[in-house]
């Protein structure tokens, strides 16, 4: 198999990944994780940035297909996802500490662009059960913006570091020779 077949066969499965951990994730109702992004990281670690953005946004585009057309619009903030963890890998190395930065930022990112979005496009209201505390911090005498991002921030940064690092043990425990890769080896 060449490396565009390779890389395009782990992609889709990647996608797949991103929509059956956020489907199942979703549907047992855990508290503060979501792991529909486990899909674009490992991509990103992998393969670089422009493949875990890519990935990314397919999966919005799936999801918005098989889910709801909610999820479409962001597609932006997945495809953010691929672009600062690839970009940490290929600059910094995919280490335990990188990672652990990586969801960090992506804790802070990722809520602040989708609340932009939330409260351009939806009003601040998704139909997700983060609506709740949203209505609550309205009705508290929060801004719109303030009441969509302060939910949106606590749960990323739970489920964006716990991702993070978990695709470090992931991509650490897979022999470098199958990933058919670059050399930005894994380092713990």
């Known amino acids: ?10 992609g889709a499965l990647a996608v797949a990944i991103n929509v059956i951990a956020g489907t199942v994730i979703g549907s ?4 503060f994780l979501f792991l529909d992004t486990i899909g674009t990281i490992f991509i990103a670690v992998v393969y670089g ?3 875990g953005m890519l990935v990314g946004i397919l999966t919005n585009l799936v999801l918005g297909v098989t889910k709801s057309y909610t999820s479409i619009p962001f597609a932006v903030v997945n495809a953010l ?3 600062i963890v690839g970009y940490i890998a290929v600059k910094r190395r995919y280490t335990l ?9 992506l804790g802070v990112v990722c ?4 609340t932009v979005i ?3 496009v939806f009003g601040g209201l998704t139909g997700g059960a983060q609506d709740i505390a949203v209505l609550w911090l309205k009705k508290a005498g929060s801004s719109v913006f303030t009441a969509t991002f ?11 570091v716990l991702s993070a690092v978990l695709i470090y043990y992931v991509v650490k425990g897979i022999p470098q020779s199958l990933l058919k890769r670059p050399d930005r080896s894994i380092k713990g």
Request: no cysteine; glycine share 6%.
């Open 150 to 160: 302060l939910p949106r921030l606590f749960d990323n940064l739970i489920d964006k």
């Open 111 to 114: 809520p602040a662009v989708g």
């Open 49 to 51: 940035p422009f493949w």
């Open 97 to 105: 500490s990188s990672s652990v930065i990586a969801g960090l930022i």
């Open 28 to 31: 047992l109702k855990i508290p």
């Open 118 to 120: 939330a409260v351009a």
């Open 1 to 10: 198999m060449n490396q565009k077949t390779l890389i395009i066969t782990l």
């Open 81 to 83: 996802v691929g672009l």
